[in-house]
């Protein structure tokens, strides 16, 4: 067996009982013995390496072993480690539990330097930043890992200049894993013809993970389009006649937000406490959107998701809170004055259809009015896969009293003529 990540922990138990110490301890620190077929580095003439998979798939280890097979066998140099952000590519590519310093015994980091080193061979690896396109102008590198790919504020730029780098040795070759998203600059990639995509499932990693993890993914999210995206790794494309479109996102986003002449925060509490409280900050620029914060968090109960809309109110310094009050009524602006008894709430009633609502909203965005101050991966998935039908998501209604306070819907009177 080439493998043993198939294998259930008590397997795995009895397997190494039958072996030497000495031979349990390299077996356990060999990674072609536990890495799933879909982790290992495919065959064949490509520059780029596109691992999709869920969540806890195991996308981060095949990528931190991967670069460090490189650096052992000496055919990697100078590598790039990239993530959404600096803080990213610590905590999850270097000192994670899968990261390159778990794997990679002999290597240090440099966190000053933003560096990590292998003393024993001379290999090193620089740490950037997605959120900063141009940072990466200059450096070139014979190997480069790129995580969380759909996670990138400024994706399609970060890979340019990333691509461009890549310029060292005779073969320098780039891997990105991520969990995908129908962004378009991951649509583009797995179209390119130097480009190879490998899947891996959430549940195809399920003898690492914990089985009351799995049996509630399988229960919640199942096959619904999340648990698709999220869980078994699917591109999940926008749905046809959805409110909003990607492009209209993509075009008007930008990097930090201004100075807003107004802040509100959006509110739809939840139902129940198994649901989420949609919780979305919003300011006006003149005739301008920005979309600042998704405080949005599932199952929670009164208490703490008032405390988080408190929480969004005072860091944005908000001028007032609006809340759907369809379900609670009294009672939502209750809870939320017990958790901040200075602020401002508004409670609000839908008296249309979510459809209508929703609508002049999503206007606003296809004239380029609104922007995103960031990036909301869910919230943004919700936007472009709501086509008006069945039940609107808690962060899209959020979004849309926000917006709908910050820029009434109110149409000029027409005068009437007599003749």
Avoid at 20 to 34: D, M, R
Avoid at 201 to 206: A, H, S, V
Avoid at 351 to 377: D, I, T
Wanted: charged residues 25%.
């Amino acid at each position: 067996m080439r493998s043993l990540a198939s294998l259930q922990l008590n397997e795995r138990d009895e397997l190494f009982r039958g072996l030497t110490e000495a031979q349990a301890k390299e077996l356990h620190g060999t990674w072609s013995f536990w890495a799933r077929d879909e982790q290992y580095e495919p065959e064949g003439d490509w520059r780029i390496w596109l691992f999709l998979g869920g969540r806890g798939a195991g996308k981060t280890r095949a990528g931190a072993e991967w670069v460090a097979e490189h650096v052992r066998s000496g055919r990697a140099k100078r590598v790039a480690l990239i993530a959404a952000t600096h803080g990213d590519a610590r905590m999850v590519m270097i000192e994670g539990p899968a990261g390159l310093l778990s794997v990679s015994p002999g290597a240090e980091y440099e966190p000053s330097l933003r560096r990590v080193r292998w003393p024993a061979n001379g290999a090193e690896a620089c740490v950037m930043s997605a959120d900063e396109p141009d940072s990466l102008r200059g450096y070139q590198f014979d190997l480069a890992w790129g995580d969380e790919f759909c996670k990138w504020p400024e994706a399609q730029n970060a890979l340019d200049m990333l691509r461009m780098g890549l310029r060292l040795g005779e073969d320098p070759r780039l891997m990105l894993t991520t969990t995908p998203r129908p962004i378009p600059a991951l649509l583009d990639l797995a179209k390119s013809s130097d480009c190879i995509v490998t899947k891996s499932t959430t549940y195809e990693n399920k003898a690492n993970l914990p089985k009351a993890f799995i049996a509630t993914m399988k229960k919640t999210y199942g096959k619904t389009r999340l648990g698709r995206q999220e869980l078994d790794g699917e591109i999940i494309e926008d749905v046809e006649g959805a409110l909003w479109r990607r492009e209209w996102i993509e075009s008007a986003r930008v990097r930090q937000e201004p100075h807003c002449t107004r802040v509100v925060v959006g509110v739809d509490p939840p139902a129940s406490q198994t649901g989420a409280c949609g919780i979305v900050v919003a300011g006006r620029v003149e005739d301008d959107a920005y979309v600042l914060a998704d405080f949005t968090r599932e199952r929670l109960s009164a208490k703490q998701w008032a405390d988080r809309v408190a929480d969004a109110y005072e860091q944005y310094e908000a001028d007032c809170v609006v809340a759907e009050a369809n379900q609670g009524g009294d009672m939502v602006k209750s809870t939320l004055f017990n958790a901040h008894s200075n602020m401002n709430v508004r409670k609000v009633h839908a008296s249309k259809g979510k459809l209508l609502r929703a609508e002049p909203v999503s206007a606003m965005y296809e004239n380029g009015r609104v922007h995103h101050a960031g990036v909301f991966p869910q919230l943004e998935d919700q936007l472009c896969q709501y086509d008006g039908s069945g039940k609107s998501p808690d962060r899209l209604d959020a979004l849309v009293w926000a917006l709908t306070e910050l820029f009434p819907q109110q149409r000029q009177g027409v005068p009437k003529v007599r003749y």
